[in-house]
């Protein structure tokens, strides 16, 4: 079974009087521990569709089913819900909260499940030395490097054990060293069973993926990767 399945799927918006259409009978399977990239420009869609796929959205129409469940008819609290368990995020604004510490920010999804403190605080300290701040657990965003920043969404990514990690633009606003630092753990992280899509502009990133889709005014085609 497809950890996710997209089946003839659309999305559309209503303005003034016309409907906008931004996504066309898409078609997508991706199974566990794949990783997959979904490249295109700017206004072709790929937000949209990182969107649904985030459970931060619904379809117009077509279905979406996560891990055998059908998502794209759910909204409000179920669909919160699914995200917090299934959908590990990684932005490309880090969407870090500047007045919590590294450690704090990695707990905020099981706070969000009403785990223990306890346990709370145990996961994220193994997340953060996962990715490999261990000795930063008590910085706050100001006080780290925008790497620093995005191993700590990393680590607040793969906290709660998600089905998936949706990365949007991971290596958008760092420096071309940065960005390499983050595809090699991310691929690190892929190695040690996590399922991945990157969601990108930047051949060069997408290429780092076994199965490339390449998504333009809305369409979606497949194309072979170069990476894993």
Sequence with gaps: MALIKIENL???????????MVLREVNL???????????????SGKST??????CLDTPTRGRYLLD???VGSMEGNRLADIRNKKIGFVFQSFNLLPKLTALENVELPLVYRGMPSREQ????????????????FHHRPSELSGGQQQR?????????????ILADE?????DSGSGEEIL????????????LVIITHDMDVAKQASRIYQIKDGEMAEEKGLGL
């Design 49 to 54: 569709l990182m969107n649904i796929l985030g």
């Design 68 to 70: 055998g469940i059908d």
């Design 29 to 43: 399977e991706i199974h566990e521990n794949e990783f997959v990239s979904i490249v295109g420009p700017s206004g």
């Design 184 to 195: 090699g753990l991310l691929q690190d992280l892929h190695r040690r069973g996590a399922t």
């Design 121 to 136: 605080r145990h996961r994220a300290s193994q997340a953060l030395e996962m990715v490999g701040l261990k000795d930063r």
């Design 152 to 164: 700590v969404a990393i680590a607040r990514a793969i906290v709660g054990d998600p089905s998936i």
């Design 170 to 174: 991971p290596t958008g606003n760092l």
């Design 10 to 20: 659309c999305k559309s918006y209503i303005m003034g009087q016309m409907e906008l």
